[in-house]
């Protein structure tokens, strides 16, 4: 395609039965997390348009990034998951409710946990 007098070069992903529900940027690199109607986890590299990542099984995902880590909440799986993305594994896990949810900045992210007596907060560490 010529764009400006200069060829580009495109692609598409195309999937129509697929909805991104929610995107969340890597702060440092040029990443992003997507999760979908279909309960996958897509890590996309935003300079080059390509999937580099399909993590399956996600249904109803909450995602953040802290540092250069993808934090998945799947409420479906009764899990958070910690995931080093370079290196395509998983580095941490612990059990997580429907009811809870994950708030993050670039350098911490706290779990909440709603309980009958008030709110229980969890500082989640990586090292």
Do not use: Q
């Amino acid at each position: 395609i010529m764009m400006g007098g200069k060829e580009e070069v495109f692609s598409r992903f195309v999937d129509p039965k697929r909805l991104i529900v929610s995107l969340s940027l890597a702060a440092g690199h040029p990443l992003v997390a997507c999760s979908d109607s279909v309960g996958r986890v897509l890590v996309v590299d935003a300079r080059n348009f390509m999937v580099t990542r399909v993590l399956k099984g996600y249904r109803d995902a909450k995602i953040a990034w802290l540092d250069n880590y993808l934090i998945i909440m799947a409420p479906k799986r009764k899990r958070v998951e910690i995931w080093d993305v370079f290196k395509n594994c998983a580095i941490k896990h612990f059990d997580c409710t429907s009811a809870d949810c994950i708030s993050h900045s670039k350098r911490s992210a706290i779990m909440t946990k709603p309980r009958r007596e008030g709110l229980a907060v969890s500082l989640i560490k990586l090292a």
